[in-house]
């Protein structure tokens, strides 16, 4: 296994976490412990909004107690349910909220397969989300703009997608035209077809 040198202050919590998880290093310096989920994505690195044991878990500034106006980062060493524990230099435990990331060093952990709706044009084809969309794109569970968020993508990341329907037209960030496209990722939810590159087969906005 590649090893690196730890860049990160020592006694801070950046520190602690690449001392842990060597493997975050792989990218050089990712700031201050806010940004490195958006970072990590940016290099192309593995982001989950689940915790997984051996993760990095991100902290937003005032999540679960994280330190203002840095955020926190720590190692997951243990999961139970919507809770989860971390080896830290620093800071809390942790809970899953939308103010907490995992960094990923292998694959993420795949959400349940989704079942086609009635009405989707159920045929595979891959896209990746546009640069312009900053900082991320929020993927639904049904191709509706009011619908919960499951997770969120980042700005260059590529996907496989199992099927396309059309819902609410949402502003192509390219082409500032309407785009009633939905497209269902292979991993679950649904995103916005005017924040990603990519045309389903057969499909007009």
């Not at 020592?10 to 990218?27: D, H, K, M, P, Q």
């Not at 312009?132 to 590529?158: D, F, K």
Request: hydrophobic residues 40%; contains cysteine.
């Amino acid at each position: 296994m590649m090893t690196y040198g730890n860049i990160y202050p020592y006694g801070e919590c950046t520190f602690g976490a690449a001392e842990l998880a060597n493997w975050v290093l792989r990218y050089g310096n990712l700031g201050n412990a806010k940004d490195w989920p958006v970072n990590w994505a940016r290099h192309g690195g593995l982001i989950s909004g689940y915790p997984v044991v051996g993760s990095i878990a991100g902290f937003q500034p005032g999540c679960d107690g994280a330190f203002a106006p840095f955020g926190h980062v720590g190692k997951v060493i243990n999961v139970t349910g919507n809770t989860f524990t971390i080896d830290e230099m620093n800071g809390p435990a942790g809970r899953v909220s939308s103010g907490v990331k995992f960094l990923l060093e292998g694959a993420a952990p795949a959400p349940p397969a989704p079942v086609p709706l009635p009405g989707d044009h159920v045929e595979a084809f891959g896209i990746r989300v546009m640069p312009e969309a900053r900082p991320c794109v929020n993927v639904r569970s049904l191709p509706v703009i009011s619908n919960n968020v499951v997770r969120e993508i980042y700005p260059n990341q590529g996907f496989n997608c199992m099927a396309w329907a059309y819902g609410p037209a949402e502003i192509d960030l390219e082409e500032h035209k309407p785009d009633r496209r939905w497209y269902e990722l292979a991993g679950g939810g649904w995103v916005a077809s005017a924040l990603v590159d990519g045309n389903a087969p057969g499909s007009t906005p």
